[in-house]
């Protein structure tokens, strides 16, 4: 599976919106870039994947470059509940998820 | 409340004491998966079953770990003679099908080895 580069830590004001970026230069052409993130002390939270297409659900948009060596995911109005760590991971399926250690997003009042 | 369920959600133990948790996925999600988190670190992949059957196992299941899924529903993971190395939250996930499914995740289980 390729590897993920994500920053290790963003801060995003109340209400704004929070564009999270990861990097997946070696991606392979039937890989999907997956976006998975964890509160404090929860398990891990399915947010959204996606291949080739832009996809948008209930709760965040994820932008895939046309070259699909990078993407974004937007949380488009974040909160303070969105205060968590966010995982970018790269697979053929869901068979084994490997999580790196993601980006500690902090949502200000 | 119909989600992945893990027993205890807190675990002390002594070096070399054996501890077994338990995973309860949601009801009729033939795969699940365990994964082991330290502090600081995502979730590494542990183990993963498709009913009854474990189809991969990580390098990082030593023999001191076993996992079962017996009748294709809860699954036990078991440490034998832990150390302190083995101290972690223990994740168990499950998903309906396989492959691209979403994977539901448990509260996982805190492991403290003295």
């Known amino acids: 599976d390729a590897k993920t580069t994500q920053p290790t830590s963003m801060d995003c004001a109340e209400g704004r919106a929070a564009n999270l970026p990861c990097n997946h230069s070696?991606?392979?052409?039937?890989?999907?870039v997956y976006w998975y993130r964890q509160i404090h002390s929860q398990g891990p939270q399915y947010i959204i994947h996606?291949?080739?297409n832009n996809e948008t659900n209930e709760m965040a948009s994820l932008i895939i470059t046309e070259d699909r060596k990078s993407s974004t995911l937007i949380l488009p109005h974040a909160t303070l509940r969105d205060t968590a760590v966010y995982y970018c991971?790269?697979?053929?399926?869901?068979?084994?998820?490997?999580f790196g250690t993601g980006t500690r997003l902090q949502v200000f009042p | 409340d119909t989600g992945v369920s893990q027993d205890p959600r807190h675990k002390i133990t002594k070096r070399g004491q054996n501890v077994t948790f338990r995973c309860d996925p949601i009801?009729?999600?033939?795969?699940l998966y365990w994964y082991r988190q330290t502090l600081g670190q995502g979730p590494e992949f542990l183990t993963y079953?498709?009913?009854?059957?474990?189809?991969?196992k990580s390098r990082l299941l030593s023999d001191r770990f076993s996992a079962e899924r017996p009748k294709g529903s809860f699954s036990t993971l078991e440490i034998q003679r832990t150390e302190q190395g083995d101290s972690a939250m223990y994740l168990c996930?499950?998903?309906?099908?396989?492959?691209?499914?979403?994977?539901?995740f448990g509260p996982g289980t805190r492991l403290t080895v003295l």
């Open positions: 996930a499950s998903s309906f099908l396989a492959g691209y499914n979403e994977q539901f």
């Open positions: 070696t991606i392979s052409g039937n890989e999907y």
């Open positions: 996606g291949l080739k």
């Open positions: 991971i790269v697979a053929y399926n869901t068979d084994k998820l490997i």
């Open positions: 009801s009729e999600h033939n795969r």
């Open positions: 079953f498709q009913n009854e059957a474990q189809l991969e």
